[in-house]
């Protein structure tokens, strides 16, 4: 497997923080900008912007348990988003902080998948690497996912089937349209193997978008991996 080297320093020279955040850290931080938003438009009761505002900013801290005091600056405007101009403003001020997910190529790819032959790979140059958790595409019949864990890179790959079943995704665990992915492993004895089936997002892209945890995607990885 292909290793990544990680740097480990937080800020740069004009002391701002490096990029600190992950896609699914993001999508969690927006998911409690729109509660905020939800709570300041529908709320009959003053007390319960203020309480929901407390516990956002007790939730997203928990995010990350070694912030440094320009990292607590970057994210403390949450407890101040009340509508939708401010939901976007704070979560535009973000982006900057966003850690992309590692730069891969064509060559890269094969030597994760080196049983398929004839991998095209993704359109890498058509991918926002600082929306992904995790890569994934499609190849006639097959579906193969990347994903970086402890600064290496992890990939499976097996048969997917798209349908216009809706149910919940195995990764992100949002409700959506699914398809079975299954993949083989290796069995407890010799020459055998075991076929594993998960539903997973018929569309990794939105996939991404929606995940707000990375723990059922590395239980995913580690139940498949080759």
Request: with cysteine.
């Amino acid at each position: 497997m292909t290793i990544i080297k990680e740097s480990t320093d937080r800020t740069n020279v004009s002391g701002q923080p490096e990029a600190f955040i992950r896609n699914h850290q993001y999508n969690f931080i927006k998911e409690q900008a729109l509660a905020l938003v939800t709570a300041h438009a529908t709320a009959n009761d003053a007390e319960v912007p203020s309480v929901l505002r407390h516990l956002s900013h007790e939730k997203v801290f928990a995010m990350f348990p070694a912030l440094t005091e320009e990292q607590k600056n970057v994210l403390r405007p949450l407890t101040a988003v009340k509508d939708t101009d401010a939901a976007e403003e704070f979560l535009s001020g973000l982006r900057p902080y966003l850690i992309p997910f590692p730069t891969v190529n064509l060559d890269n790819l094969k030597r994760l998948f080196p049983k398929a032959k004839r991998l095209k790979g993704p359109n890498l140059p058509a991918m926002d690497f600082h929306a992904l958790s995790y890569l994934s595409w499609q190849e006639n019949t097959n579906r193969f996912l990347v994903a970086e864990r402890n600064g290496r890179l992890q990939a499976v790959s097996g048969q997917f089937g798209a349908s216009r079943k809706q149910g919940v995704c195995m990764i992100c665990h949002k409700h959506s349209s699914v398809g079975l992915f299954m993949a083989k492993t290796k069995g407890a004895n010799i020459d055998s193997y075991v076929k594993h089936g998960q539903y997973i997002c018929a569309d990794g892209t939105a996939c991404n978008a929606r995940l707000t945890t990375v723990d059922r995607l590395e239980k995913f990885l580690d139940r498949l991996e080759r």
